[in-house]
C-alpha cells in the first residue's frame, strides 16, 4: 500500500533526541529557544513562539490579540476543525464564509458581508499547502480595523509573491506527524507585533513572566526540548521537502491532465504551493474512485467529509445555510500520496490506477 502520509525522519533527528536526553534539559529550554529564533527567520518575522501543538498555537494567539466573549470571528467552514475550536475556546463565536472553488481557500469576495459590529479577526487558513488571497484579506482587515490571524498549518514555506505565509498577521503552525515537517507534536506562533508575542509566551507558561509569579490566567502549553530538536533538523530539510513535494505534484499533474471526470489542483500565479495535499476534484462517484484506488494499493484520504458548519457540535452554534462550495468541496473532493518518500515507482503507480479507474 502506497500511504498518504509519511513522516521523514532519519539519522538527524535521531542524534539530536539523544543529544537532549543527554543533556537532561527535557522541558522547555535552551533548544525551543533556537527553535524559535530560527523559524521566525524562515517566515521573515521578529518573533516566534513554540507552543504544544497548532491548535494550542491557535488559542493562543486568538488570546494574545484580545478575542474573547461575544466577539465574532470570521474564518472558513471547510478546514480541520481545530481553527474554530480555537475560536471557542476563546468565547467568541465562529462565522463562516464560503470558499473559493479553485482553492479550496476563503473567498475574500464573501467576507464583507459577514462582518458585523462585533466582528474583532479574519481567520483564513492556507488549505492543502496553497496560501489564501492575502493581499485582499489584510486590505479588507485594515478597513474595518480587524485582527488577522493566519492558519498555516498545512502551508510551512507557502508564499506569495515572495512573501511567506505567518508573516501578514499573527500566524500559526503545526508540527503533528503528518505535516511538511514535523517535531512529533508541537506548534509555533509568528508575529511582527511585540505585544502580542508577550502576550503569547506569557499565556503559555501559566501566565509567569517571573518563575512562581503569576500575572493572568495562563496555560501549560510549551513545547518541549525533544520536539525542538526534531523540529530544528526538520527545518533544514524543509525546503528540500517542499521542492520534492512540488516535483511530486508536477509528476501526477503532468500523468493525469488528460484525464475527464477530475478536477486537478491549480496554483496561481505568484503564489508558492507546498503540497501538503494533492487534492482533486471527482464530481461524480467521488466514493467508488476511493475504494477502487485503495483496493489497488494507493492510499487515499478526504480531507474533509463534512463541513465544519455541518458538524454536530456546530449545529446549535451556526446558523449559515449559503455555504453551498464548501458543502459542495466535501462531497467532490480527494487527496492522493504527493509526500517526499514516494518514489518513481510509486508515482507511476499511481498515475496508472488513476488511469485505469477514471
Not at 486590505?139 to 498555516?152: K, P, Q
Not at 511538511?180 to 501566565?207: C, F, K, P, S, Y
Not at 520534492?244 to 484525464?259: I, P
Not at 466535501?330 to 488511469?355: F, G, M, Q, T, Y
Request: glycine share 8%; charged share 20%.
Amino acid at each position: 500500500m502506497i500511504p498518504i502520509s509519511k513522516p521523514c525522519l532519519g539519522e538527524e533527528e535521531i542524534q539530536a533526541i539523544a543529544a537532549v536526553l543527554e543533556s537532561g534539559q527535557l522541558a522547555q529550554g535552551r533548544r525551543v529557544v533556537e527553535f524559535e529564533e530560527q523559524f521566525a527567520a524562515f517566515c521573515g518575522v521578529n518573533h516566534a513562539i513554540a507552543t504544544s501543538s497548532g491548535t494550542t498555537a491557535l488559542w493562543i494567539a486568538l488570546l494574545a490579540n484580545n478575542i474573547g466573549s461575544g466577539d465574532e470571528v470570521i474564518t472558513s467552514p471547510f478546514t480541520f476543525i481545530a481553527s474554530a475550536h480555537a475560536i471557542l475556546y476563546t468565547g467568541a463565536r465562529p462565522v463562516f464564509v464560503d470558499i473559493d472553488a479553485e482553492t479550496f481557500n476563503l473567498d475574500p469576495a464573501k467576507i464583507e458581508a459577514r462582518i458585523t459590529p462585533r466582528t474583532k479577526a479574519i481567520l483564513p487558513i492556507h488549505l492543502y499547502g496553497h496560501s489564501c488571497d492575502m493581499d485582499r484579506i489584510m486590505e479588507i482587515a485594515h478597513r474595518h480595523n480587524l485582527v488577522v490571524i493566519e492558519d498555516a498549518c498545512q502551508a510551512h514555506g507557502a508564499a506569495i509573491n515572495g512573501q511567506k505565509v505567518g508573516s501578514f498577521g499573527t500566524g500559526c503552525f503545526s508540527f503533528y506527524a503528518t505535516k511538511n515537517m514535523t517535531a512529533g507534536e508541537g506548534g509555533m506562533i509568528t508575529t511582527n507585533d511585540e505585544g502580542v508575542a508577550d502576550q503569547a509566551r506569557l499565556l503559555r507558561a501559566h501566565g509567569m513572566r517571573k518563575r512562581y509569579y503569576h500575572e493572568t490566567l495562563g496555560y501549560n502549553f510549551r513545547m518541549t526540548d525533544l520536539q525542538a530538536a526534531i523540529g530544528l533538523v526538520q527545518l533544514v530539510k524543509l525546503e528540500q521537502f517542499n521542492k520534492q513535494r512540488q516535483a511530486n505534484a508536477r509528476f501526477l499533474a503532468e500523468g493525469l491532465s488528460s484525464l475527464n471526470g477530475l478536477v486537478l489542483p491549480r496554483v496561481l500565479p505568484g503564489y508558492v504551493h507546498v503540497f501538503h495535499q494533492f487534492t482533486l476534484r471527482i464530481p461524480k462517484k467521488r466514493d467508488v474512485f476511493r475504494d477502487k484506488l485503495l483496493a489497488s494499493g494507493v492510499g487515499t484520504e478526504i480531507y474533509y467529509p463534512l463541513s465544519v458548519h455541518k458538524q454536530e457540535i456546530f449545529q446549535q452554534i451556526a446558523s449559515e445555510d449559503d455555504l453551498v462550495l464548501a458543502e459542495e468541496a466535501s462531497n467532490e473532493v480527494v487527496s492522493l500520496p504527493v509526500h517526499p518518500a514516494l518514489s518513481e515507482n510509486d508515482l507511476d503507480k499511481i498515475i496508472e490506477v488513476v488511469r485505469s479507474v477514471v
